[in-house]
């Protein structure tokens, strides 16, 4: 197979190094590409002509040359160019796969696996049963299957002669409802695994020219490229053991570093290029990342995570068919246990060493529902006495939308999205506070912000970070295979151009990408607020708990069982997984907390603006802008209660920059007193009927229960948390949002 694969590679005008085995047999039972001699740092790994991949064209590059593409590409095309780039890959996919023998690409087929064997799509329902509560968990109708009788089954009909023997009995209505289905299901469910854990999704560009393309394909706006060869590459999350990194060029780019001798193959209008980052020595795997993902999207879209648990060693070895997959340190459930190299032995003490821990997913990230932060706030609004009236909370729920905090499309809908690093987003810190306002305060605030809006001149800030739209950002619940992603960062073909670096990634999309809405001018309420009213402090730190809270409550586990499940020797295969994917996020929860419960002492002892006045300057900028004093006489007539100073404390909350005292390492809401231009309404001390909300003392209770959960340092909230997985030297603040935007270009490895 090696050789039939170089050779076919060869004749297409591509060239592997000849000192790489592109189909390593791993310890793990994978395969990965290994160095059989050493390698020198730049040494081009594999060279791939166009030609020699799999893709969908977009509509000019079909017209200038239709030679160059299969007929089923040209079919999918023409016949059906509103298909997401992921099923037409598939599809195309498929149509090779059908034709045996007869398809020029039969000797790329032969080095396909069976599938993706861990990847979400294979699960039965009983195994996604351990994923409740995760951002995996599903929901609605099995998305593999509807794709499939929607739009995969009646091409296959309508083109037996394309996909041989793969049209489904009874038709395509019928087709991939219920049970196993026939040879078109099982084609497919093949395919798009493998399009899922090996496809490449690159900006859709003009090879030729290297313009930027700036029409969007009509699905998608990228293209999903199968590359041969380069598809066996694994993924490695560390830094220090990748080693290579793709390229793509354009031919005069091929030709000026010496790629390509006596000019491109006919047709051949770009290549990919795979170059060694760093030497590699005789038996090394090549490793690149295939991006910064959370253990919840790499299970998703590639079967494995890439958390460990110093358990895993005992564990796995005591049951097979289960442990670290290939590549890195990540858990394949269906895989041998990795036998470890010397280095990787002395890695895995150092992380025992670390801690109980091992390493955890940086990446990691939960989604908080904004309907989880209404019923924790309107229960404790209620049990105070003070239940809004269902206006109110719709104005509430209008104005967070159009000041950014919510979803503008479908604020009922959005997610805060959670990160390891930045646990506390200040998207949701904000909600909780304008939610728990009275009424006075609301109009106040929307007052302070229409005008200091007015005051930048609806200057817009990008939209909010944290809060996840419910269609595309976000692990998106329930919906089907991930998005792509990936990214072409480069513009393609300009000779003086830079080449465009590549990142790995793979995952389908769903059949195309909205428009990105008009960013709203956002508003960032920090904790300038609660450092002038202790009880609106108090009231805000024991909702955000709570809404913590319910969010834990999703798991059919608590994090203790999680733990005791991963010391069992039974917990192997995809329920090992499962259980690594659940207490990922709980850690993130647990990080949440632990932020939440640190703000709030900081609050109580003062400390939490201390930093944050050092930042005034700025603030008054934002008042004179604003004409805060006005605002906050207007503010004051409604109401009724006491009149906070309006110098002193609480006008220095006001100018209040982010609290650094609530950031530290769980990162709390970064408080900005009132984010882009928005300025924090004057307070008034209100009698805020705490007592019931109180009652208990919530806020100990909260503390002792997430003692309890962290106690023996299993979670990252815990106290040893600063000592497992999160480095400090990684830059973090590429937003989750983004990553689990799978239709967007991914950010490039920061190595
Ligand atoms: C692009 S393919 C890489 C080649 C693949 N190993 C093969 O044998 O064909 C991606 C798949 O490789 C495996 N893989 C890659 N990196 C891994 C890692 N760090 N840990 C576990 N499995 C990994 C997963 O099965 C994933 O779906």
Same mark, same amino acid.
């Given at each position: ?7 076919w ?36 790994l ?20 239709? =030679? ?9 095309r ?8 992921f099923? *037409? ?10 034709q ?21 799509? $294979? ?13 995996? /968990?599903?929901?609605?109708? =099995? ?19 394309l ?9 395509s209505k ?17 395919a ?45 999350? $560390? ?17 000026a ?10 047709g ?8 060694? &980052? ?13 991006? $910064?993902?959370?253990? #919840? ?15 895993? #060693?005992? @564990? ?41 821990? !091992?390493?955890? $997913? ?5 989604l ?15 049990s ?16 967070? *939308?159009?000041?950014g905090?919510?979803? *503008?499309?479908? +604020? ?14 200040d ?34 800030e ?15 619940k ?41 960013? #709203? ?13 202790? =009880? ?24 203790? /069982? ?6 069992? +020797?039974d ?13 990922g ?9 632990? *932020?939440v ?30 004409? @805060? ?10 109401? /009724? ?19 650094a ?9 970064k ?5 882009a ?22 806020? /100990? ?7 309890? &959960? ?8 815990? &106290?040893?948390?600063?000592?497992v997985?999160?480095? !400090?030297?990684?830059?973090? &603040?590429?937003?989750i ?12 490895p920061? =190595?």
């Amino acid at each position: 197979m090696a050789e039939a694969f170089a050779s076919w590679l060869e004749a297409r005008g591509g060239r592997l190094h000849s000192k790489l085995d592109l189909f390593k047999e791993l310890p793990s039972g994978d395969r990965g590409v290994v160095a059989t001699e050493d390698v020198k740092e730049g040494d081009l790994l594999l060279l791939l002509p166009i030609t020699a991949t799999l893709f969908i064209p977009k509509e000019d590059e079909l017209s200038k040359r239709p =030679d160059a593409f299969r007929p089923a590409v040209r079919y999918l095309r023409e016949s059906h160019p509103s298909l997401s780039p992921f099923l *037409a890959t598939t599809l195309a996919l498929m149509a090779e796969v059908a034709q045996g023998a007869d398809s020029p690409f039969a000797a790329y087929v032969a080095t396909l696996p069976d599938g993706c064997p861990d990847c979400l799509l $294979n699960w039965t329902d009983a195994e996604k049963a351990d994923l409740e509560g995760t951002a995996l /968990e599903q929901s609605g109708p =099995d998305p593999v299957a509807d794709a499939f009788s929607r739009h995969v089954a009646p091409v296959l009909a309508a083109r037996p002669d394309l996909w041989p023997g793969l049209a489904e009995e009874g038709g395509s209505k019928e087709a991939g409802k219920g049970g196993k289905g026939g040879k078109g299901l099982q084609a497919f469910l093949r395919a798009a695994a493998l399009v899922q854990s090996r496809a490449f999704h690159l900006e859709a560009e003009n090879w030729v020219s290297g313009a930027k393309e700036i029409t969007r394909l009509e699905a998608g706006g990228t293209q999903v490229f199968l590359l041969p060869g380069i598809d066996m590459i694994n993924h490695s999350h $560390n830094p220090a053991r990748r080693n290579a990194h793709l390229q793509r060029l354009n031919v005069a780019q091929a030709a000026a570093a010496a790629l390509v001798e006596g000019g491109a193959p006919e047709g051949v209008e770009a290549y990919f290029v795979m170059r060694a &980052d760093k030497p590699i020595a005789a038996g090394e795997e090549v490793l690149h990342t295939y991006g $910064n993902l959370s253990d #919840a999207q790499l299970l998703q879209t590639y079967g494995f995570v890439d958390s460990e648990d110093s358990f895993a #060693a005992a @564990s796995t070895s005591a049951a097979s068919g289960s442990g670290s997959g290939s590549g890195d340190a990540g858990e394949g459930g269906s895989r041998k246990k990795r036998a470890k190299t010397g280095k990787e032995a002395a890695a895995g003490k150092e992380a025992e060493a670390e801690g109980a821990g !091992g390493y955890r $997913n940086p990446y990691n990230a939960v989604l908080v529902p904004w309907e989880a932060v209404e019923q924790v706030c309107g229960s404790m609004l209620k049990s105070m006495g003070q239940a809004p009236p269902a206006s109110l909370q719709r104005a509430k729920e209008e104005f967070l *939308a159009s000041a950014g905090v919510l979803q *503008a499309a479908a +604020p009922a809908a959005t997610q805060f999205v959670l990160l390891a690093q930045e646990p506390l987003p200040d998207e949701l810190f904000t909600a909780v506070q304008v939610v728990l306002m009275t009424k006075e305060e609301f109009n106040e605030l929307k007052r302070e912000h229409a005008s200091s809006s007015a005051a930048t001149g609806g200057k817009k800030e990008a939209p909010s970070k944290g809060a996840s739209p419910a269609k595309g950002k976000g692990p998106a619940k329930g919906k089907s295979p991930a998005k792509g992603k990936g990214k072409g960062k480069g513009k393609g073909a300009e000779e003086e151009e830079a080449p465009a670096d590549v990142e790995a990634g793979a995952g389908p999309s769903d059949g195309g990408e909205a428009a990105a809405p008009a960013p #709203a001018p956002k508003l960032s309420l920090g904790t300038a607020l609660l450092e002038e009213d202790e =009880d609106f402090a108090e009231m805000t730190c024991i909702a955000t708990l709570q809404v913590l809270s319910a969010c834990v409550d999703r798991y059919p586990t608590a994090p203790k /069982e999680d733990v005791r499940l991963l010391k069992s +020797p039974d917990c192997t295969g995809r329920k090992r997984l499962a259980v690594r994917v659940r207490l990922g996020e709980k850690d993130v929860l647990q990080l949440a907390k632990k *932020a939440v419960v640190e703000l709030m002492k900081k609050l109580r002892d003062g400390t939490a603006g201390k930093k944050a006045e050092a930042g005034s300057e700025e603030g008054e900028e934002d008042e004179e802008a604003s004409g @805060s004093e006005e605002d906050e006489e207007e503010g004051s007539e409604e109401s /009724e209660e006491e009149e906070a100073p309006k110098k002193g404390k609480g006008k220095q909350a006001a100018k209040a920059k982010p609290a650094a005292a609530a950031k530290g390492k769980g990162g709390a809401a970064k408080g900005k007193a009132a984010g882009a231009g928005a300025k924090a309404p004057a307070r008034k001390k209100q009698r805020r009927g705490l007592g019931a909300a109180k009652e208990g003392n919530a806020m /100990e209770a909260e503390e002792e229960a997430m003692e309890e &959960d962290g106690d023996d340092g299993l979670l990252m909230g815990s &106290d040893d948390s600063e000592k497992v997985g999160y480095g !400090g030297d990684v830059d973090f &603040d590429d937003g989750i949002g983004e990553a689990h935007d799978r239709g967007k270009a991914h950010p490039a490895p920061k =190595d």
